[in-house]
Nanobody
Framework: VQLQAFGGGLVQAGGFLRLSCAASGRSFSTYAMGWFRQAPGKEREFVSAIDWSGGSAYYADSVKGRFTISRDNAKNTMYLQMNSLKPEDTAVYYC????????????WGQGTLVTVSS
């Protein structure tokens, strides 16, 4: 599986964006997926995750109630709907795939930049 994230851009505070993470390969549905972000000068941090089926989702406290993660296994794509954006959401957003079968496999996509102006 290879991942490509897109959908970032410049938006005003209070606005919205939808990020997408498209996966190549045939085993997308076997991976748990997640979004992480890295702001300038800061470490990469967890944003949200979703299980292989889309039945369970998890969020960082900082985005809970504003962001919604989802996936469409038929389209090999994961999404992050980001509403009520704040300047502190400015970061490069990365998607991640992970599964454990005997050993853990982790795949990162390239980032997409989200800039929220005040």
């Amino acid at each position: 599986v290879q991942l490509q994230a897109f959908g970032g851009g410049l938006v005003q505070a209070g606005g919205f964006l939808r990020l997408s993470c498209a996966a190549s390969g045939r085993s997308f549905s076997t991976y748990a997926m997640g979004w992480f972000r890295q702001a300038p000068g800061k470490e990469r941090e967890f944003v949200s995750a979703i299980d292989w089926s889309g039945g369970s989702a998890y969020y960082a406290d900082s985005v809970k109630g504003r962001f919604t993660i989802s996936r469409d296994n038929a389209k090999n794509t994961m999404y992050l709907q980001m509403n009520s954006l704040k300047p502190e959401d400015t970061a490069v957003y990365y998607c991640k795939a992970e599964k454990t079968v005997v050993r853990t496999t982790i795949i990162w996509g390239q980032g997409t930049l989200v800039t929220v102006s005040s």
